[in-house]
């Protein structure tokens, strides 16, 4: 990856002045300068491959983001006394409404895109990642998941004049207790109540798995984020001072490249506890060294490059340097590693649920799997075929996006986009 | 090369006491450090036992030493190599000994004793593994460059995408499942390494007096199928697109092309001069395959109940054993870091060129 071949027009590092030149330039049309990167990226979506991928993801980004809507216990509307109510609106948590909140604005940043300039829409974009979910989790209230049957009840004995339910009757905590039958215990195969059967203690698969979605989405992205971040930095400084302080980082890249990583998230199960943000964190510190080995690579390519050098003599800070000039030309391998790093994250985290170590009482497509074999022989293929389908379509989806931008950016691929 | 070889052992050293200093640190940062066992079980221990297990722990970490002291001391004890003492604590100099893990406060046993029965069944599953997965890759690698472009190699080329996608949980799962139970069908059996039975089975399979005996080593053999086949698919399909990129590089080489001016035929070039060049990926790749493996051999000794490193590993942290559960993450660790060096070995016999001076 040390040689890409450049899209004619863009030889030039990003945010290089244009070449001058004697004669009238030729009218281009009225466009902003685009990044390298969103060449890359508008090439990389024109793939089947990361087409099949995108979709895949958007449909579990959807669920995640819309799960109180999709799968409840709660109906929609209810309408009592002659008045309209939304019980599914009153008992949003707060992270129900970081997402929903997080999605509008990713909207609404998405439609401003061209009016905003690039820094603008960097800094609201990290900043609402960060401040939305803090904000939401001072404001709203963990709702209790006590009685999740009681619109059921409700209903059933004519007290609602009229109930609007959501598509899936069944939160993901709701173990239907007011319709256990003695004579077909949980887990129960896929029937008209419960489309994909039930787990062992009666919740529905489907609604779990939706739930699911976002642990799966939170996962990838904040292991990965975290990874990428330890990677850059180190691979960065690697790179860029060379001599022994390549040789230093080195040797920490092997080291950490050498403990298995599954072997390291027991231990810190063991003695810490199954946390789920603890597994991310770990997942994301045992996980860099890819990225610190590409972004070395890089570092080590652009560090003598004249625009560099250009930015060292004349006073700029090296932080700035390196975070301003040199990062932008030498992110794109690490984008090519981050799809992966993502489908592995995703697989780690449901091994471990799978193990039984996973966060405890959250819904996860590796505790579902989990269930499918029981410990006196029985086989429940239910719970092993859909939940396994969504591991593997979502890992497979991100390794299809990542190939798809490997390929875009392999210099024999070059005009050969499918 | 003994340069080189003298060199790599000497890095060993740093990549040691990073690997240690991790596991140790994760141990005595968390919640209680090092003692927690002694705190949280202390309303179920009877006071001698609880007096015993404080004297064993202060002998064995020196609990009111600083962090550096203990680590030095619980490093000491870990090594082969190193200060021996005898049961009162007394030192007897210096020089080779058995490694002390600790002791399994739930089963009442040196952690060394429980490591040596439980490795040789990880062991046997990566080292059968291995030659499988090299085997399949660099085939049908060779295989899918050749035919570039057509609709074999592109075909391929998704499918062991999605092969490579496939967690070996499910795969796992869904192989006990349908074709380990009575329910469906039974071709595999439903776990362990050996039938019952097979103490007393004769060696290799025979024909006798009863019918067909499938004899010591087929039955081995039956067992190991299902958990073999869960370990390997992923590998080789990761391998076979990396091997596949390799030969189409080499293919492209200006020695191929000097090969074929001089009219060297094809099937010569490919064997000769590619296949050759295009294996040194492979060989660097291992140093990442060989983690995954023996993470992969955690859930696969889980799901076909087979008594390796992973499946006591899981049950001590079931059990809350700490001293296994580290010691389990040291040997891994120890392991990885061996055959990572195997690895590099065989790359500088591969490739000549390579030199470290």
């Known amino acids: ?250 040797r920490l890249v092997e080291i950490f490249s050498s403990i298995p990583s599954m072997y390291l998230l027991l231990t810190f199960v063991a003695f810490f506890g199954r946390d789920l943000y603890l597994i991310m964190v770990i997942i994301g510190i045992t996980s860099w060294t890819g990225y610190a080995y590409f972004t070395r690579a890089e570092f080590l390519r652009l560090r003598k490059q004249d625009f560099v050098l250009a930015a060292v003599a004349s006073g700029v800070p090296t932080w700035r340097v390196l975070f301003t000039h040199i990062l932008p030309n030498g992110l794109t391998p690490v984008l090519v590693s981050l799809s992966f790093g993502v489908a592995s994250a995703i697989l780690v985290e449901s091994t471990l649920s799978f193990l039984g170590l996973g966060p405890e009482d959250t819904a996860s497509w590796g505790s579902l799997l989990n269930q499918a074999v029981a410990a006196g022989g029985g086989f429940y293929w239910w719970l092993a075929t859909f939940p396994g389908i969504a591991i593997f379509l979502t890992v497979f989806s991100y390794n299809l996006i990542g190939e798809a931008l490997r390929d875009t950016l392999d210099p024999r691929f070059q005009g050969r986009a499918r | 090369m003994l340069n080189y070889v003298i060199r790599r052992l000497l890095l060993i050293f740093p990549t040691l006491i990073g690997i240690t200093l991790v596991v140790f640190g994760t141990m005595s940062l968390s919640p209680g450090g090092v003692g927690a066992n002694l705190l949280s079980e202390e309303g179920s221990m009877r006071p001698q036992e609880r007096e015993a297990r404080r004297k064993y722990l202060n002998q064995r970490f020196g609990l009111d030493k600083p962090f550096v002291v203990q680590y030095g001391r619980w490093l000491n004890n870990v090594l082969p190599i190193g200060w021996k003492y005898n049961d009162a604590g007394v030192s007897t100099g210096v020089g080779f000994k058995v490694p002390d893990l600790g002791r399994s406060f739930v089963r009442e046993r040196p952690v060394v004793d429980m490591i040596a029965e439980s490795l040789p069944a990880t062991l046997l599953l990566n080292v059968l593994t291995i030659p499988f997965i090299y085997a399949i890759a660099i085939t049908s690698g060779v295989y899918a460059a050749k035919n570039q472009g057509k609709w074999m190699d592109v075909g391929t080329g998704t499918a062991f995408l999605a092969l490579w996608s496939i967690p070996s949980m499910w795969a796992g799962v869904m192989l006990i499942g349908f074709f380990a139970s009575k329910d469906y069908v039974q071709i595999f059996p439903t776990g362990g390494l050996h039938s019952t039975e097979s103490g007393t089975m004769q060696f290799l399979p025979a024909w006798g007096a009863n019918g067909f005996s499938r004899g010591y080593l087929l039955d081995a053999v039956w067992h190991l199928t299902a958990p073999v086949l869960t370990m390997t698919y992923g590998g080789f399909a990761f391998m076979s697109k990396v091997m596949r990129a390799s030969v189409l590089d080499n293919l492209s080489a200006d020695f191929v092309r000097t090969a074929r001016a001089k009219g060297v035929s094809d099937r010569v070039t490919l064997f000769r001069h590619v296949l050759r060049n295009s294996i040194l990926p492979l060989i660097t790749m291992a140093s990442s395959l060989l983690p995954g493996l023996l993470g992969g051999s955690i859930i696969v000794e889980r799901i076909f109940s087979i008594n390796g490193m992973g499946r006591l590993g899981l049950t001590a942290i079931e059990q809350r054993d700490s001293e296994v559960v580290l010691s389990i993450t040291l040997v891994a660790s120890m392991l990885t870091l061996t055959s990572i060096l195997i690895a590099d070995f065989c790359y500088t016999i591969a490739d000549p060129r390579v030199s470290y001076e």
């Not at chain 1, 109906?75 to 019980?87: D, H, R, T, V």
């Open chain 1, 1 to 250: 990856m040390s040689s890409i071949s450049l899209p004619p027009g863009l030889a030039g590092p990003i945010g290089s002045p244009a070449q001058p030149s004697g004669e009238a330039p030729p009218r281009l049309p009225r466009e902003a300068p685009k990044f390298w990167l969103a060449i890359v990226l508008s090439q990389t979506v024109r793939r089947t491959g990361a087409r099949i991928g995108l979709a895949w993801v958007a449909v579990v980004v959807f669920c995640a983001v819309f799960a109180p809507f999709l799968a409840n216990s709660r109906p929609l509307l209810i309408k009592q006394n002659g008045a309209w109510s939304s019980p599914v609106i009153q008992s949003m948590n707060w992270a129900d409404v970081a997402l929903l909140l997080l999605t509008a604005i990713a909207i609404t940043l998405f439609f401003l895109r061209r009016i905003l300039s690039g820094r603008w829409l960097a800094i609201s974009t990290l900043g609402s990642i960060f401040i939305v979910p803090i904000v939401c989790y001072h404001v709203f209230p963990e709702q209790d998941n006590a009685r999740l049957g009681r619109f059921r009840q409700m209903q059933a004995s004519g007290e609602l004049q009229n109930v609007v339910w959501a598509p899936i009757r069944y939160s993901p905590e709701d173990h239907q207790r007011d319709s256990f039958d003695r004579n077909r215990p949980h887990p129960q195969k896929p029937s008209d109540a419960n489309a994909l059967g039930t787990e062992r203690i009666g919740a529905s698969v489907l609604s779990r798995m939706i739930h699911a979605c976002r642990i799966a989405l939170a996962v990838g992205f904040i292991a990965e984020g975290i990874a990428v971040v330890i990677g850059v930095i180190v691979g960065g400084l690697m790179g860029y001072f060379a001599g022994w302080v390549d040789l230093l980082g080195m």
